[in-house]
């Protein structure tokens, strides 16, 4: 089969990143792989084999839609193509449904984060424009990916014309398990008896400064408890600024992103993820890998991985109460903590191999060819 795909990872440029080594995967069951990605910046096209990815370098957002639809003109017009994939519903899944009706290609839209979550919907206006788009786009769509059970609840109030299937990003969970210690957060912030630590994006919906706001009511009891909060975003410099404001710099460190965050979770006490909404939730999986004890909000694959009280703890979304109890509970109880990082490690076993996961996704697109063609 030869495939279309739209989306907005510039990442996909990046020597050696995860997104261009995924995409080299999927051209093993792929006669053709075409990819365009939505970038004001111009990057030179990536042809490796049955993989050509290229980038509309488009003057402004308001000529993706333009730029993206000259591209697949040209690229159709040298060869056929079976199906056309879009990562989301409103920002590339309006050109997924342009391309459905101007070449007749069945087209399939991913749904990688919450988007009906109520959350999601007050966080800005944008927002509301893509929950609306995304209504009307939906039903027009021949196959959803969603990326969690949750999503595809979510989707039941929408009349749809398919059964969305349920596949996650794929992570090695083996790499995880089995890689050495490069960094010991122990060793390298001695002055912490315990550490809690937090890996994300740092963007409003990650509601980190709930975490923070937590941390000066779990001090007054466990002065020596260090969070450590792994990552970038626009909101950094407001976090710092939180921090300084509650007189919490001896207690709370922010790191750069970093490659290798397996050590980071196998040196860690806990791994909490505080987001208002999430899709899956990667560096849960990642962390349960590494028997790191994890704390969560209900979003993404809480309740679906994660099982509250089983593997892990739950939380009710944006709860400084539910957390500030659930951050003592593990620092109180290290065998409760210790015994619910390894259940969360044994259950990692129960996702999909590599092999399975391509095999699955394989069978996802080609059914829907079938049922179009």
């Known amino acids: 089969m030869k495939i279309l795909i739209v989306n907005l990872d510039k990442g996909i440029f990046e020597p050696n990143s995860a997104s261009l080594e995924r995409l080299k995967e999927y051209t093993g069951f792929c006669d053709k792989l075409s990819v365009i990605v939505l ?33 697949v003109r040209e690229i159709i017009k040298k060869e056929k193509h079976d199906l056309v994939i879009t990562q989301d519903p409103a920002d590339t899944g309006h050109i997924g449904w342009l ?128 969070l450590i909060i792994v990552g970038e975003g626009k909101e950094k410099n407001n976090l710092k600024d939180l921090v300084r404001n509650f007189n919490l710099y001896s207690n709370i460190i922010f790191e750069p992103w970093s490659s290798d965050l397996a050590s980071y979770y196998k040196t860690s006490d806990i791994f909490l993820l505080t987001s208002n909404y999430e899709g899956w939730g990667m560096t849960v999986i990642e962390a349960a890998a590494c028997g790191c004890p994890i704390i969560m909000t209900d979003v993404g694959c809480a309740g679906e991985f994660i099982k509250n009280k089983e593997n892990g703890l739950i939380i009710k979304v944006d709860d400084r109460k539910s957390l500030v109890e659930a951050i003592k509970k593990f620092l109180n109880n290290k065998d409760l903590a210790k015994k619910l990082g390894e259940k969360a490690k044994q259950s990692v076993n129960t996702l999909p191999n590599h092999e399975k996961y391509l095999e699955f996704y394989k069978k996802s697109l080609a059914d829907i060819i079938n049922r179009i063609s």
């Open 39 to 71: 970038t004001r910046k111009h990057f030179k096209p990536i042809i490796f084999g049955k993989l050509g990815i290229f980038a509309t370098a488009s003057n402004s957002r308001l000529t993706y839609t333009r730029d993206a639809l000259k591209l």
């Open 99 to 226: 391309i459905k009706r101007k070449y007749k290609l069945p087209w399939q839209c991913q749904i990688h984060g919450d988007l009906f979550s109520s959350y999601y919907w007050k966080e800005s206006f944008s927002n509301k424009i893509r929950v609306l788009v995304s209504k009307f786009l939906l039903p027009q769509a021949d196959g959803i990916r969603v990326v969690s059970e949750r999503i595809k609840k979510s989707l039941s109030k929408i009349k749809l014309n398919c059964n969305p299937v349920i596949l996650p990003i794929f992570i090695d969970v083996e790499k995880f398990k089995s890689a050495e210690l490069k960094i010991n957060l122990k060793q390298k912030y001695p002055q912490f008896g315990s550490i809690i630590l937090m890996a994300s994006r740092i963007s409003q919906e990650k509601n980190i400064d709930l975490a923070i706001k937590s941390m000066t009511y779990i001090i007054k009891n466990n002065p020596k408890t260090g």
